[in-house]
């Protein structure tokens, strides 16, 4: 089995999905995220702040194309979908599940989250946000190999849905 990756935009709840469908599962929960800021030894924002998105978008298609073999559940940053060169690797796995999440949600948990420094988002007013967001929708679509619905559902309930959807009962 290849990894199960989760992807959709920040705030969808990847991560709190994820931690769930690994532990049903009884897989490991890879956070792409965590792993980048592993190996460079910074946070996220400190690292956008000093070498530049460019240079993050770098580091993180390489920790993607070591991760996507792993028999675990990743979630992917909110971005991972934006260089071409992950977002063919995305459509060739057999497992990849977008979390749709209507946009004032989204804008919701991002403002709310005081836990997560996002250096594209934080400090941004709703319609800023939805202007990341719109250009990303035909892309986290054309990535998936299925779409599921987030709004009004607990991650528990997501994560049972994907298990029943991707046929891993
Ligand atoms: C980003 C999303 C973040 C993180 C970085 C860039 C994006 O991850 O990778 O701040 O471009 O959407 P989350 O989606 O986990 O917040």
Redesign the pocket.
């Known amino acids: 089995m290849t990894a199960i990756l989760l992807i959709?935009?920040?705030?969808?709840g990847?991560?709190t999905v994820g931690r769930q469908l690994a532990a049903d599962l009884d897989l490991p929960f890879v956070?792409?995220?965590t792993a980048?800021e592993a190996e460079i030894q910074m946070s996220?924002?400190d690292y956008?702040a000093t070498q530049g998105?460019a240079s993050?978008r770098q580091i993180?298609s390489r920790i993607l194309q070591e991760i996507v073999a792993q028999e675990a559940v990743v979630?992917?940053?909110?971005?991972?979908i934006?260089q071409t060169q992950n977002h063919q690797l995305l459509k060739r796995q057999p497992n990849v599940v977008y979390l749709q999440t209507n946009p004032d949600q989204l804008y919701q948990r991002i403002s709310q989250d005081t836990q997560?420094?996002?250096?594209?988002?934080d400090e941004k007013t709703a319609a800023e946000v939805t202007a990341?967001l719109q250009p990303?929708l035909p892309l986290y679509q054309e990535a998936a190999s299925l779409v599921v619905v987030t709004d009004d559902k607990t991650p528990a309930i997501i994560a049972t849905e994907i298990i029943e959807r991707l046929g891993k009962l």
């Open positions: 959709g935009f920040m705030g969808a990847k991560s956070d792409l995220d980048i996220i924002a956008f998105e993050f993180e979630a992917c940053g909110g971005g991972i934006l997560n420094q996002r250096p594209l988002a990341i990303r």
